[in-house]
Nanobody, 127 residues
Framework: QVQLQASGGGLVQTGGSLRLSCAAS????????IAWFRQAPGKEREGVSC????????YYAESVKGRFTISRDNAKNAVYLQMNSLKPEDTAVYYC????????????????????WGQGTLVTVSS
């Protein structure tokens, strides 16, 4: 069973950058698709990005395309989310999640696809 821990959140100004990390323990991440989700106050949790296990194929929500980059380092058993050109609407608690196998083409952004979740890390973007 895999345990996930997200970190790297903080306070940043509009246009700034942050890099989130998702560290795994208990199991290798090699065979897991890893996603980032976020939840803003009063809003539903939404899928931000996913990186598949074997081929490293990536998916992004339209709202973050061109600004966020997901990557994985299997040697370090970690996944990262580089967030650039941050906007106030990116403010949320960010979670990483894992599911065995590749990201689903049709539903990678749905919470129910993922069996394992890390605790959240808060990202606040000031205007």
């Amino acid at each position: 069973q895999v345990q996930l821990q997200a970190s790297g959140g903080g306070l940043v100004q509009t246009g700034g950058s942050l890099r989130l990390s998702c560290a795994a323990s208990g199991s290798t991440l090699d065979y897991y698709g890893i996603a980032w989700f976020r939840q803003a106050p009063g809003k539903e949790r939404e899928g931000v990005s996913c990186v598949s296990d074997s081929d490293g194929y990536t998916y992004y929500a339209e709202s973050v395309k061109g600004r966020f980059t997901i990557s994985r380092d299997n040697a370090k058993n970690a996944v990262y989310l580089q967030m650039n050109s941050l906007k106030p609407e990116d403010t949320a608690v960010y979670y990483c999640a894992a599911d065995w196998g590749p990201c689903s083409d049709s539903s990678w952004y749905m919470s129910y696809e993922y069996d394992y979740w890390g605790q959240g890390t808060l990202v606040t973007v000031s205007s």
